[in-house]
């Protein structure tokens, strides 16, 4: 098999590259027939998959090392020439709209293809590329700021990532020391975070000016291809996790307190579940691959070939390392239709949630490779993490493979962080839309904003005992409000998704479960959101007391079990 470390990387030629594009744009915008239009598609597609591809290659090899000086150098040439293959793309876009065989292209270019070309039309324009450009090296300078964290903690350096286990330390004095100095990384670094933020809000805000948009908010919703919803429903969506999930969640958060026998949680204690400590994989990262193996072979045919083919071509870079980047993705290589995981393994069970949600991106986007167009190959984001939370779920009976006796505690902490997460997925949604609706807010105020809607969402999270996190500054960690504005909320409607799954699977049994989440898979990004929700056989998150009736599913469950006892 050929490995991921055998796929050429080159550094792409524009000039030529734009010459080849612009000639098919041009023969596309004269051509008079069907087939010649079909021709010229495919051929055009052909070198969209050819740009992503090589930008692919770089994005994964940079973010393994981000010290890695070759890759480096071709940080510069991304950052500079990306939109300058948006340009090329958004003519190409202006062309194609226009075409009278939208129905016979419709097996390459389904109707999405056509909305989001409609969008990028209305959120791209050549005279705005200097700001892109400019936006692209603020979040490389973000992501360098994170990946290069060295926190010394007890004698040793740490990245952030090699931080988190300690925060579930059993000693409640190491949790503390560890959020402390974690907590002081990002102190010793503010004025570069609020710097790096302030120059982002305003170059985008900027854009959203010269394209014509009241503010970033409105160009950020056109951006998302948020096909289905609008600002408004969002706020309401909002309101309605305040109403009906923080209840559950302070209930939560009074049993956490309990098994951990403190009369109320500091926010150090937060990552701590049970007294004796948390859930962990019950081995090393080679036996958790090799039990996810197992696992996605007896799953299913389809997920067990699936599995198989990211192995054998090495498509899995899992562990954390010195000047790898932090967080966990999943993406996807066009002309090698790979898909590739990225992960910072630390030994806590984060790591097979790793496993879970990562590889149900890749599992959509390995199913979703009859799909030519790049563009459609993957979903919009909210769509995207039905399927990864939703495998989350429907791996839950292989989990006393990972876990053995530690399994219940597993269970009973994943579905909990279901409904935890909630309250916290919208309030990095709403500082947004407080933070573009008024970007002229200086970083002290937006860092009191955050406080603000803090104690709003998180009403009982106590950070009486660290002065910088009770002033506000602990979003400069979340790296989507830098890197990728208003991708959050998705994480929330879908997180209400898979807890229908999860009940459909772990409490009615329904047999039907698991070809609903094959056929979403299949059918990627040729759908808009509502439409995947339908064919799921799901309830739309924004549909009167779904979002209240999938929790109370969750929260009843939760309530059964004698958390004390486990
Ligand atoms: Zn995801």
New binding site residues.
């Given amino acids: 098999y050929m490995k991921f470390s055998d796929y050429t990387y080159i550094r792409l030629d524009y000039t030529a590259i734009k010459a080849q594009f612009s000639d098919l744009t041009e023969q596309l915008a004269q051509a008079s027939d069907l087939e010649t239009t079909r021709t010229l598609v495919i051929a055009t597609t052909k070198l969209l998959n050819l740009i992503d591809t090589h930008y692919n290659l770089w994005m994964i090899r940079h973010t393994i090392d981000m010290n890695d000086e070759f890759y480096n150098e071709e940080t510069k040439f991304w950052n500079e020439y990306y939109p300058l293959f948006e340009e090329l793309t958004t003519n190409y876009y202006r062309v194609i709209v226009q075409t009278p065989y939208k129905v016979e292209l419709a097996d390459i270019l389904p109707e999405t293809f056509f909305m989001q070309a409609e969008n990028k039309l209305k959120t791209f324009s050549s005279d705005v590329i200097p700001l892109f450009q400019k936006e692209n090296e603020l979040t490389d300078e973000y992501n360098k700021l994170i990946a290069g964290a060295e926190i010394d903690f007890q004698g040793q350096t740490y990245n952030l990532a090699q931080m988190g286990p300690f925060g579930q330390s059993t000693d409640r004095d190491v949790r503390k020391a560890a959020s402390a100095a974690t907590t002081a990384f990002f102190e010793s670094k503010e004025a570069d975070f609020d710097r790096v933020y302030d120059e982002l809000v305003k170059v985008r805000t900027e854009i959203a000016h010269k394209l014509g948009f009241k503010d970033y908010v409105e160009y950020g919703y056109l951006k998302m291809n948020r096909f289905d919803y609008n600002r408004d429903m969002v706020k309401v969506y909002r309101e309605e996790i305040l109403k009906h999930i923080v209840p559950i969640v302070q209930d939560l958060r009074q049993r956490q307190a309990n098994r951990l026998q403190v009369p109320s949680l500091k926010h150090y204690d937060l990552n701590l579940e049970f007294l004796d400590g948390n859930a962990v994989p019950q081995g090393d990262p080679d036996f958790i691959v090799s039990q996810a193996q197992d696992m996605y072979r007896e799953l299913s045919a389809e997920t067990g070939e699936f599995f198989d083919f990211m192995i054998e071509h090495e498509l899995l870079d899992l562990n954390a390392k010195p000047g790898k980047n932090s967080g966990g993705y ?1 993406t996807y290589i066009p002309d090698y239709k790979s898909p590739f995981i990225f992960s910072n393994f630390n030994g806590t069970s984060g790591d097979i949630d790793v496993l879970t ?2 590889a149900g ?1 890749a599992f959509q986007v390995y199913r979703s490779r009859w799909i030519q167009s790049p563009e459609v190959v993957w979903p919009t984001y909210e769509t ?2 039905i399927h ?2 939703s495998m989350e779920f429907m791996t839950w009976p292989w989990m006393d493979r990972f876990f053995k006796e530690q399994v219940d505690k597993y269970k009973f902490t994943h579905l909990a962080s279901a409904l935890l997460f909630l309250p916290y997925g919208v309030l990095v949604d709403h500082f947004q839309h407080e933070v573009y609706e008024h970007p002229e807010m200086t970083p002290a105020e937006r860092k009191a904003t955050w406080k603000k809607l803090q104690d709003l969402y998180l009403p009982d999270r106590d950070y009486s005992e660290s002065e910088a996190l009770n002033r506000g500054i602990f979003w400069y960690r979340q790296g989507h409000i830098f890197a990728s504005p208003f991708y959050y909320i998705d ?1 929330t409607l879908a997180q209400v998704c898979a807890l229908q799954f999860w009940k459909r699977t772990q409490v009615d049994h329904d047999e039907n479960a698991w070809e609903d989440y094959i056929r979403i898979c299949d059918l990627g990004g040729t759908k808009s959101f509502l439409q995947v929700v339908e064919a799921a056989n799901l309830q739309s998150p924004f549909k009167e007391g779904a979002l209240e009736s999938t929790a109370k599913a969750a929260a009843d469950w939760l309530d059964a079990v004698k958390d004390t006892d486990l």
Avoid: L
């Fill in positions: 999943c949600h990562e991106h995207c993490e990864s939370m994480y």
